[in-house]
Nanobody, 127 residues
Framework: AVQLVESGGGSIQAGGSLRLSCAASGYTGRMYCMAWFRQVLGKEREAVAAISTGGRNTYYVNSVKGRFTISQDNAANTLYLQMNNLKPEDTAMYYC????????????????????WGQGTQVTVSS
């Protein structure tokens, strides 16, 4: 079975940096879409960043552009999210998602259907 395991979350002061990792296993072939989402308790899960297979294209929501960088190590089947200049509003549970499908960059970034999910890693940013 496909397994996605996130790590790297923690508590940090505003302005600091964290690097999240997502180790993917349990499948053969490629995941054509990999993405990060986040969710605050009581609110809907929201998109953060996405990347197409091979890292050719990356996609970000406006609120993280210029601060977050998504990347992947295909050999290690690992997805990363480098988060710089963190703000209190970045506080959330961060989830890794992956899909064998490709339905466009917007779909990869924003839609939650047809994706595998990890259990999440908590990021807490204090002011």
């Amino acid at each position: 079975a496909v397994q996605l395991v996130e790590s790297g979350g923690g508590s940090i002061q505003a302005g600091g940096s964290l690097r999240l990792s997502c180790a993917a296993s349990g499948y053969t072939g490629r995941m054509y879409c990999m993405a990060w989402f986040r969710q605050v308790l009581g609110k809907e899960r929201e998109a953060v960043a996405a990347i197409s297979t091979g890292g050719r294209n990356t996609y970000y929501v406006n609120s993280v552009k210029g601060r977050f960088t998504i990347s992947q190590d295909n050999a290690a089947n690992t997805l990363y999210l480098q988060m710089n200049n963190l703000k209190p509003e970045d506080t959330a549970m961060y989830y890794c998602a992956a899909s064998r499908s490709w339905k466009g960059g917007d779909w990869c970034l924003t839609k939650m259907s047809d994706k595998y999910w990890g259990q999440g890693t908590q990021v807490t940013v204090s002011s």
